[in-house]
């Protein structure tokens, strides 16, 4: 096998289960730091951990190649004081915890990557932000991307490289928000949303996985780190690469007025629809990174294809 030992913390959601899946033909074993048991498969087994407490799971990380954080709250809801203190309180704790028992260890992970936000950059229609002369933004999600990384790096840990990964919106047909836009589609609402001119960045899946891979076999990379597609484009585009590939003509669109009132039927924040996200990749870039799926056309395409 390539590498010894993959943990994921927190990672039996959606990504924790591509990563799980990519890496588990490549190392000798992957474990999942969770709050619930899962059935073993293959060499991925789960270790119970509540996030908060040390214990047993500690052992786990010892020799690591790799240690993932994807602990975190989704942010598609509401942004109540109850709502918002969760959010918090579910990144910056589990990241605290990490970096206390990897500070005590004496054989600790080669690389932690900390899966945080792109959505930490301003809202920008002008220019891409990229790693060195991106421009942060304001508002509580920001708020809570700069707490989130401050946490992260706020204990050293010298036998240990660390990554803050900057994650845009990760592209597949099983969960995530992918899924979510596909619905609108069939239903015939997937035209643009607000004035369409919002830029979307986002990554496939195949890449967020490969990209990190690479990452652990870089180290000479450290630091944060944007991880999206080099090709952002513009809502009404996105939206109209999923009709063209899932075979739709038309898609009615939804003004800014009309996302507000839906926001608040199902409980999510307008803000993740149309705050423009123009986010550049320049660090894999210019590290050489390979991005399979380059072009929206393409990504969506391949999802069409695997469907």
Known sequence: MKYGKIILAGGNGYLGSVLAKHFSSLADEVIILARKA???????KTMLWDGKTMGEWTHSLQGADLLVNLCGKNVNCR???KNKKEIFDSRLIPTRLLGKAIKEMENPPKLWINITSATIYRHAEDRPQDEFTGEIGEGFSIEVCKAWENS????ETPNTRKIALRMSIVLGLKDGAFP???NLVKLGMGGKQGNGEQYMSWIHEDDAARSIEWLVNHPEIEGVINCTAPEAVKNHVFMHNIRKAFGMSFGLPAPAWLLAIGAKIIGTETELILKSRWVKPSVLLDGGFEFKYGEVREAVGA???QR
């Open 38 to 44: 899962h059935a073993e498969t293959s060499n991925i």
């Open 79 to 81: 942004y109540t004081e």
């Open 152 to 155: 992260f790096f706020e204990n």
């Open 180 to 182: 979510r836009l596909l």
């Open 303 to 305: 999802l069409s294809a």
